[in-house]
């Protein structure tokens, strides 16, 4: 049985939650002693809301004060008429948001099981609130302009608008600091093609500028200076009260096209070819000494020597516990909904919080600059293969006795919905060429003339094109037009 679903076998269904009642939500939500007056700035522009994330110096690191002031606006745009388009965005040059404030959450964590139950609570909210952007029933834009890291992809990469900048700078940095990945990322990154999300998971590699567009993590790219001009256009917007939630992101994304100013030439497609090639021979395993072993084997020869000692030389600076509880979550998170995610998210970032590597981490790497001492494994091989299974076992089980997480509606999805704008999946690629009788740029048109000619699809389904297929050579007519067949 493979692994994915013999893991899920062994995973106990989620028992029914209790939907948290608007008063409790909006009292969980409440101000508190000590939060910032303006963390978050909101705007209204005929029916634009905006929401601004305003710590620049911090990069727009996001805490309690900016959840508990962002939540309860977003129900209350819920239910307004007036309503049309959410627009979220981080102030200054810099970052959209560069992550969760795990500076004070480790502080918390030192002061015990009191501390520990403040950074629990901080998790709660925050992943109440991505719920709630991943099930928004108004359009969301996130504006992705500059570091977008950890909490910051909470924010946005759940959302149907993902738009990326020449500054945006995403990463998932979680094995880096003795974590794991979160705010959805067990739903987001195993739903990538290939195996490039375990790879972005396990690594903590960054991918920048177009090729966070070029991944699919974003669904629109332009320039920083057109994101203000795009701003007030959304604004201008009016819909029909009966008009359906895909017609009107056709509508957004018929608007962003308007400021598409064409993609870098100097920045192609960075997970393509031999090293995407090499991403999915090496990241396909289901356990980490497999993965090990892949690697060592491409760095031996070949052209993808330099990377592979590199990326071995990046897993062997990781928290083990974390390299070895992520794997196992990007194989179990495809199987879970979007409900199932945050849910069991929320209980393994518990029993993180009251372990050693996240604080260790933390306050190694960020706050005293220097190497962390990770524990109870020190380095990757002091977890067996056969111990492995074992030990992370018990970050996926929930105990009966542990409360679930609450979330602020009942909305859920097993796959982002399909109207989604955004480049083509390299699975909708390969749907198209096994149809059966189509050359390569009968298929490249076709996808040009769904996408409306969107910058960016030519690229993408050439390069997979290019990787996965190969022409027909059985029959003289079929060479002659060189149909193309998938490389299964």
Known sequence: MPLRAKLLSQQPQLQSQRLMSTKDA??????????????????SLYGLRSIELNRPKKLNALNGSMIRKIAPRMLEWAKSDMANVIVMKGAGEKAFCAGGDVAQLAQWNKEGPEGQAKSIEYFAQEYQLDHLIATYNKPYVAFMDGITMGGGVGLSVHAPIRIATERTVFAMPETTIGFFPD????????????????YLALTSARLTGANVFYSGIATHYLHSTSLPQL????????????????KRL??????IEEFVTGLPHDEPILLSGELRRAVDRCFCHDTVDDILRALEKEAQSGPMTAWARDTLDTLHKRSPTSVHVTLRQMRIGAT?????????????????????????GVSALLIDKRPPSWSPAASLEDIAPKD?????????????????????????????????????????????????????????????????????????????????????????????????????
Not at 231 to 246: I, K, M, Q, V, Y
Not at 250 to 255: E, G, L, Q, R, Y
Not at 412 to 441: F, H
């Open 26 to 43: 909006y009292a969980q939500f409440k101000p508190r002693a000590g939060d910032e007056p303006e963390d978050v700035l909101f705007n």
């Open 183 to 198: 705010v959805g990322a067990s739903f987001f990154l195993p739903r990538m093609s290939g195996f490039v999300g375990t």
């Open 231 to 246: 701003e007030s256009r959304l604004a201008e917007l009016r819909f029909a009260d009966n008009d359906h939630p895909a």
């Open 250 to 255: 056709a509508t957004i994304d018929a608007t």
């Open 336 to 360: 879970w909904s979007i409900r199932d995610a945050f849910v069991r998210e929320h209980a393994i970032a518990a029993k993180f919080m009251a372990g050693h590597d996240f604080t260790e």
């Open 388 to 488: 492995s299974a074992a030990m992370t076992k018990d970050y996926f089980v929930i105990p009966k006795d542990q409360p679930r997480l609450q979330l602020l509606n009942r909305r859920n999805y097993d796959s982002y919905p399909t109207e989604y704008p955004g480049l083509p999946s390299e699975k909708q690629i390969e749907d198209r060429v096994a149809r059966g009788a189509a050359t390569r740029d009968e298929v490249v048109d076709a996808f040009l003339q769904e996408k409306n000619g969107k910058q960016g699809v030519r690229e993408v389904v050439e390069e997979v094109l290019a990787r996965n297929t190969k022409a027909a050579k059985t029959e003289s007519d079929l060479v002659e037009k060189k149909q193309l067949l998938w490389k299964y």
